[in-house]
Nanobody
Framework: QVQLVESGGGLVQSGGSLRLSCAAS????????MGWYRQAPGQQRELVAT???????NYADSVKGRFTVSRDNAKNTVYLQMHSLKPEDTAVYYC???????????????WGQGTQVTVSS
């Protein structure tokens, strides 16, 4: 089995910072892609940022310059450092990863359980 476990959400004031972490565990051969999505109440889930195993990143326009995605391949962990947070960043943040299992060598997408980020004005 494969599991993604997130941590680091919480309540922060506007302009503050938070760091999210997500660790993948289980029968993993490789993780080509990891990233973060978020879903605000009444809204669709949207991309926040992704990062490949080689370090290529992709960001939503709304977070460019404020959020930084990074990963530790040895620990199968992805991070999201968030600065200059705004009330509109309030959402449940979900970790996602495309994981190649050991046997069989299939690529599957996995999601974490989500962590709440609330930014007060």
């Amino acid at each position: 089995q494969v599991q993604l476990v997130e941590s680091g959400g919480g309540l922060v004031q506007s302009g503050g910072s938070l760091r999210l972490s997500c660790a993948a565990s289980g029968t993993i051969f490789s993780i080509p892609n990891m990233g973060w999505y978020r879903q605000a109440p009444g809204q669709q889930r949207e991309l926040v940022a992704t990062i490949t195993s080689g370090g290529i990143t992709n960001y939503a326009d709304s977070v460019k310059g404020r959020f930084t995605v990074s990963r530790d391949n040895a620990k199968n962990t992805v991070y999201l450092q968030m600065h200059s947070l705004k009330p509109e960043d309030t959402a449940v943040y979900y970790c996602t990863a495309t994981i190649q299992r050991t046997l069989p060598r299939l690529f599957l997408d996995y999601w974490g359980q989500g962590t709440q980020v609330t930014v007060s004005s």
